[in-house]
């Protein structure tokens, strides 16, 4: 049964709504900090992570909102709230007060930065601070660190981004949601070239170079899945000197794009029509890259095409 909770209100006059969060075990943080500093990138790299993400919350929701998406199927919730809120930011503190008094553990995460570096993001992006006004920058700059200090006082972890690039970000968000880096996730897809190479391939290899099963009776009804083809097409000269080396360059790059921040990538391998050599090709390209530690999705999108 829901408590009753006294009719009190928040610093900022709003009625504390009822809410119920009995037995939820949702891992909760809120994502706060100074303009400038970071909170957009920093909350692009949880929602990256798996999180549920929720940008610009009026704190007074956030009760309501732990308890949806913790009876939902989310298990971990991050909440942005920061001056933007206006008349509502004044009430984060009582908002947390009220969480964990309910025995629901909030981290709260502040984004930080100096000074001179929020004045040069502000200058670059030429957008103007939100508690601006018709002053300078520097002066929103100053309001706001007075409306934030007891609550970066409160907060769990500081994050400093003054020095950090959009990369290093996501690293030490990944870090701070004490995940370990997501694989990057490797899809390779056979395709046949009459019917156009796949869009959002990051790589494109042309097989049709190989002997094709399609002239040979017993095979042209199979595909590169079945033995006898996938046999044939391996055999053929220049397939696995092809496989191996192209791996290997594979390997080379891949290796290099998380330090970019890309999460998948995409290795389109194409013959005439998708169905025999491209489809064994991929399968074997599939297992190799395997075999050196990536994790492979196969797809073949002509496999059963005429």
Same mark, same amino acid.
């Given at each position: ?46 929602? !990256?992570?798996?999180? *549920? ?10 009760? =309501?909102?732990? #308890? ?6 989310? #298990? ?67 309001? #706001? ?11 769990? #972890? ?9 990369? +290093? @970000? ?7 949601? =004490?995940?370990?880096? %997501? &694989?990057?996730?490797? $899809?390779? +897809? ?7 190479? &796949? ?6 290899? !042309?097989?049709?170079?190989?002997? $094709?099963?399609?002239? +040979?009776?017993?095979? %042209? &009804? @199979?595909?590169?899945? !079945?033995? &006898? ?16 080396? *192209? ?8 290796? %290099? ?44 999108? !002509? %496999?059963?095409?005429?």
């Amino acid at each position: 049964m829901m408590e009753e909770v006294p009719p009190v209100t928040y610093p900022s006059g709003i009625a504390r709504p009822i809410f119920d969060v009995t037995g939820i075990d949702a891992e909760v943080m809120v994502l706060t900090g100074m303009s400038g500093a970071g909170r957009t990138r920093a909350a692009a790299a949880l929602a !990256d992570l798996g999180w *549920y993400v929720v940008d610009n919350l009026p704190p007074q929701l956030l009760a =309501g909102l732990v #308890e949806m998406v913790g009876r939902g199927r989310y #298990e971990r919730l991050a909440a942005v709230v920061d001056v933007r809120g206006g008349h509502f930011f004044q009430d984060v503190e009582a908002v947390l007060d009220d969480l964990e008094a309910r025995g629901i553990a909030v981290r709260l995460v502040f984004l930080d930065a100096s000074d001179a570096t929020l004045v040069r993001r502000f200058e670059e992006a030429r957008r103007p601070h939100p508690l601006q006004g018709d002053g300078t920058i520097l002066e929103g700059i100053a309001r #706001e660190r007075t409306a934030l200090a007891a609550v970066r006082e409160r907060a769990t #972890e500081v994050v400093d981004t003054s020095r950090l690039n959009v990369h +290093q @970000l996501r690293d030490v968000m990944t870090e701070v949601a =004490g995940e370990g880096e %997501r &694989p990057l996730q490797v $899809n390779v +897809q056979s395709f046949g070239f009459k019917n156009g190479a &796949p869009h959002d391939a990051d790589f494109v290899a !042309d097989v049709r170079f190989l002997e $094709n099963p399609h002239w +040979q009776p017993e095979l %042209r &009804p @199979l595909t590169g899945l !079945d033995a &006898p083809v996938r046999d044939f097409v391996l055999a053929s000269d220049g397939a696995a000197e092809f496989v191996d080396g *192209y791996a290997a360059v594979i390997a080379g790059v891949l290796d %290099r794009y998380r330090a970019h921040d890309k999460h998948s990538v995409t290795i389109g391998v194409g013959c005439t029509g998708g169905k025999h050599r491209s489809v064994a090709i991929a399968e074997e390209l599939a297992r190799v890259l395997q075999e050196r530690g990536y994790q492979v999705r196969v797809t073949h999108r !002509d %496999r059963e095409r005429r």
